[in-house]
Each structure stands twice: as C-alpha cells, then as structure tokens.
C-alpha cells in the first residue's frame, strides 16, 4: 500500500540569468561555469517568494491530476529557503490553493528534500493515516547564496516543483534507502545574515560515491539489476557528478534525466520539477521503473525507487 503520484506541476521564476549576465557583476565566465558544471543559465525570484513559488506548482499539481483541493490531507513542503519561519511555506501553500483540510508543514532536507518529503509521504500513506498528500519542494537560492563568493553563487538557481501522492493498494514498488549527516555546507553567522559557505570538492567527491552506492542499494533492495531502471533522476547539482556517478555504475548516460543547463541546482525543487518536465514531454509511461536520488547540505542524501 503506497501512494502513486497522480499530478506533477513546477514554477520557474520569469527572470532568467545567462552565465554572461553574471560575468558582468562578478569575475568569472560563462567557459568557467559552463565547463564545471554544465549550467547555461538560471533562473532567479526577484518578484516571487519561496511560497508564491510553491502555491504555483501546487495548483498546477492539483490541476494536472484533477485532484480537488479540499481532498488534500497532507502539505509537506522541502524548502531550506521559507519566506519567514512561521507560517511554514506549506501553510502559506495550504492558504494559497484552498486545501482547507489539509495539515501542513515544512521539512528542512536541504537539496535531499523532495526525496525525504516523498518518504515521509510514503510512510503516512503506508500507515493509513492519509490517503491523498500534495509534496512540494521550492527553494530561492538565489537569497540563501553570498553572491561574493564565486564559487557557490554561480551553482544555484530559484523555482518549485510540486507532485500530488494518492493511495495505490497494488503499486510493486517503493523501495527506500536512507538518510545521513554531517556537516560540511553549512549557512553561518546570526539568523538573518545568513549565507551559504561549501567545500566545493568535499561535497562532489560525497556526491559521485553516494550517487552509485544508492542507485545499487536501491537495485538490491529490489531484487532488480540497474539495466531493470527505465529513469534515474537525480538532485540537478553539476553534470560532472552526473557523469562521474554514470561512469562508475557503468549505466547509459540517457536513462538519467538532465536539465540542470537551464535551471542550475535548484536544491530541493530540482527533482519535482524535473519529473514534470518529464511528464510534460511525455517521458514517463505507466509502468516504468523509477529511482530518485537526492543529495547536499548536511550533508544528506536520500533515494527512493517506484513505478510510475
Ligand atoms: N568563475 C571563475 N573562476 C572560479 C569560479 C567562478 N565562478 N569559482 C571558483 N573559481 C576559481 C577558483 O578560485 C580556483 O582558482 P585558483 O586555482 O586560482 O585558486 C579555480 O577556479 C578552481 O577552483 P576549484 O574549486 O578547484 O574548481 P573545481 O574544479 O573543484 O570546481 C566546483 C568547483 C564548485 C564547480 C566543483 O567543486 C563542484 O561542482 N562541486 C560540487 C558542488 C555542488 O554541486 N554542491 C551542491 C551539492 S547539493
């Protein structure tokens, strides 16, 4: 007994930021970050807040799987970057699209969050507590980032991705690995000053061993082979780590879905919001196996495979 995911939607800011754009403010390039970490450009919330961001794609999640607000029972929103602390984003969410019945709050999973807001999902659906849940990941990097830091502000962009959860008595699959922590990106000094510092290396080197490690984990907890898996969807960090992570676990590098080039690493909207590019373009068909990967700040990471 798990929940299947009936609707998909996403929110992208409308100010794009091109890599020359940011050459203009700041000493880099647009060969420089293209070429470590495949990002063309990004787009950024100068109007929109984390939770105008997630009401949109949660609306549009509603809509595409024709679920009525007020059967939503569930808000769980993976934001690292919320307005304000209270109300949560997914208060705000809950407000935004009418779900009247619906109980909400945030998860903090820093760019493993949609994947652990998805489990956490999983687990209230498996336990008969709810039945139909909405999950959201949204995130504005572009106000968490010191933009005098070169080597981080360039990496991440700002948007939402939404994914609508319904109980399913027959769904085979929902296999899922774990969560862990350290700490070596971390956001310092007094609450509102806050800004993001990174060991750049440390966290690639983290991200290109946990990648394959959890894509055999979850292969093995299932009993099927990677050559079984018609997706990959990993967090959109760096095309480096997607394919240093490919190499190492020796799968084709077209069953991992990439769009990092226009979005950057969006933290823990990337995924949701490439799941419904994905549906969108018609890349996902009912019985395929699908396994999402999500890593970063914590450091974190966490995955999940299931069937769409
Ligand atoms: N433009 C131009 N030069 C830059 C730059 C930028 N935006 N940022 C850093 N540099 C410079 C550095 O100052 C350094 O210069 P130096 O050699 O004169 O000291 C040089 O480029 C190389 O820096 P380095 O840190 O060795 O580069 P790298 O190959 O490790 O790439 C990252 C840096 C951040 C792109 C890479 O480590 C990475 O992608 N890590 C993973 C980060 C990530 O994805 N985090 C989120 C996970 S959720």
């Not at 754009?21 to 990004?42: A, K, N, P, Q, Y």
């Not at 984003?89 to 009247?100: F, M």
């Not at 962009?157 to 609508?164: F, I, L, S, W």
Request: glycine share 8%; with cysteine; aromatic share 6%.
């Amino acid at each position: 007994m798990i929940g299947r995911v009936c609707g998909t939607g996403s929110y992208l800011p409308i100010r794009t930021v091109s890599n020359d754009e940011l050459s203009h403010v700041m000493e880099t390039s647009d060969e420089w970050i293209r070429e470590r970490t495949g990002i063309r450009f990004r787009h950024v919330a100068l109007e929109e807040t984390t939770s105008d961001m997630a009401a949109e794609a949660a609306a549009r999640a509603l809509k595409n799987g024709e679920v009525n607000a007020d059967e939503i029972e569930l808000i769980l929103t993976a934001t690292s970057s919320s307005d304000v602390i209270y109300p949560s984003a997914a208060c705000i969410v809950q407000k935004r699209i009418g779900a009247q019945n619906a109980l909400a709050f945030d998860l903090n999973g820093a760019c493993s969050g949609f994947v652990i807001a998805f489990n956490t999902a999983q687990a209230y659906i498996r336990a008969g507590i709810y039945k139909t849940i909405l999950v959201v990941g949204a995130e504005s990097m572009s106000r968490l980032v010191d933009w005098s830091d070169r080597s981080t502000s360039v990496l991440f962009g700002d948007g939402a991705g939404a994914a609508v959860f319904e109980l399913c008595k027959d769904a085979p699959y929902e296999h899922v690995v774990g969560v862990r922590g350290d700490t070596l990106i971390r956001v310092g000094g007094p609450c509102r000053e806050q800004r993001m510092t990174m060991d750049g290396q440390a966290v690639f080197r983290f991200a290109v061993t946990t990648i394959p490690q959890c894509v055999n984990e979850l292969c093995q907890k299932a009993g099927v082979t990677p050559d079984d898996v018609d997706w990959v969807i990993c967090h959109q960090a760096n095309v480096r780590i997607l394919d240093a992570s490919i190499r190492r676990l020796g799968m084709p590098a077209e069953k991992f879905y990439r769009n990092l080039d226009r979005y950057a690493n969006t933290s823990a909207a990337s995924i949701p919001l490439a799941l419904d590019e994905m549906r969108e373009k018609g890349l996902l068909q009912s019985g395929q196996r699908i396994i999402l990967v999500g890593f970063g700040g914590g450091l974190t990471w966490a995955g999940v495979m299931m069937e769409v």
